[in-house]
């Protein structure tokens, strides 16, 4: 089988499907990334990169001038795609990040693949004062109108959607060899006592977890605040207020995977302005490191961090007392500790999680060409 791989970078958060698909006999497999390093490769697997808007007429961050940057660049891809196929890589599949302008224009191309969107999680509020936001959204609710199948990595156990055909949550791979703690009991590192991760994942966020920090530290005045941000634009407004800051507020600079492995190695805690601001991704690698979650917001949220699941859950009021009772417990600190990172061995172990995503997308294409082989819409 021919597989296409369309993703942000190379191969970033599909790096462990990308090396199962590579490993099972049989596939040829491209992946084409905005980003990535040309020196790193995966056995099997052929790499482009795709070009980048050069227009300068595109400056900003509003929703017109970044829907239009979108669509010059999706346009780029396309005719990438259209190269590719005219070579002879016709993909029988293709699996992208949803949200991506690059696959705006796919279906163009590869009209007869099967699509596998996996969706990224988007803020429900602040999304009409922020151009950037406003297109992801429009993006993603494009992409996933144009896909076969769409897949949420989430905190979650497995979800089948039933009131969205074809939405599937599944839990996000951790590899919880590297995202392992410093001391071989699991629990959190002799360093993390006085630590307090602070992430977002969006800059719509950035100022409410820069206030969170402030009570935080005037609540503990002895403790170090890191505040991380996933989204460049956040990194930027931060790294824009560099000593302004309080002492004890860390700001680091964009983090290496070993980097950022070795922060939430030395942290105790880590929260959000809200449980929402926290992305699957970082919550479960630092669980992993033995990083325990305190977080406001509805337990639901994530069900699976409720009940010994290794997280404190509060209301928003309620958050900084929470914060600062717990750190002044470091027995119960370490409880939560080693139950965080059980929470994500038991469920989330990337060579548990992995076979399951294979399975579920073989399955799930050989459905849909017994649907189109039989008339039908899939």
Not at 359 to 375: F, T
Request: proline share 6%; hydrophobic share 45%.
């Amino acid at each position: 089988m021919r597989i296409l791989f369309v993703n942000h970078t190379f191969p970033g958060d599909l790096g462990p499907l990308l090396a199962a698909f590579a490993a099972q006999p049989g596939h040829e497999i491209l992946f084409a990334s905005c980003r990535g390093r040309r020196d790193f490769s995966v056995p099997g697997v052929r790499h482009v990169v795709l070009s980048p808007s050069r227009s300068r007429r595109l400056a900003g961050d509003g929703a017109g001038t970044s829907l239009d940057r979108a669509v010059e660049m999706g346009r780029q891809a396309l005719q990438a795609f259209r190269l590719l196929r005219q070579s002879g890589f016709v993909p029988d599949m293709v699996l992208l990040s949803s949200a991506l302008e690059q696959g705006l224009f796919l279906r163009d191309a590869f009209p007869d693949a099967f699509v596998a969107c996996f969706a990224e999680s988007l803020p429900s509020d602040g999304l009409a004062g922020d151009g950037k936001g406003l297109v992801r959204h429009l993006l993603q609710c494009r992409q996933m109108q144009q896909s076969n199948l769409v897949i949420r990595l989430t905190a979650e156990a497995e979800n089948r959607d039933q009131e969205q055909r074809g939405v599937v949550s599944l839990p996000y791979p951790v590899d919880t060899d590297y995202f392992s703690p410093l001391t071989p009991n699991g629990a959190s590192g002799p360093q993390a006592g006085t630590r307090i991760l602070c992430a977002a994942r969006d800059a719509a966020d950035v100022w409410q977890m820069l206030r969170l920090a402030e009570v935080l530290l005037a609540q503990c005045p002895g403790c170090r605040l890191v505040l991380l941000c996933e989204s460049a634009t956040g990194r930027e407004s931060l790294a824009e207020l560099g000593l302004s800051l309080p002492t004890g507020i860390e700001i680091p600079e964009r983090l290496s995977l070993q980097a950022y492995r070795d922060l939430l190695r030395t942290a105790a805690v880590i929260t959000a302005p809200a449980a929402a601001c926290l992305s699957a991704p970082v919550l479960l690698e630092a669980m992993s490191c033995g990083v325990v979650p305190v977080l406001a917001g509805d337990a639901p949220h994530w069900p699976l961090l409720q009940e010994g699941g290794g997280g404190l859950w509060c209301g928003a009021a309620d958050l900084v007392p929470t914060l600062a009772g717990i750190l002044a417990q470091p027995h119960q600190l370490a409880e939560l500790s080693l139950a965080a990172r059980r929470t994500v061995e038991r469920h989330f172990r990337r060579q548990d999680v992995i076979p399951g995503q294979l399975a579920l997308l073989h399955q799930a294409r050989a459905a849909w060409l017994r649907k189109k082989q039989g008339g039908t819409t899939a």
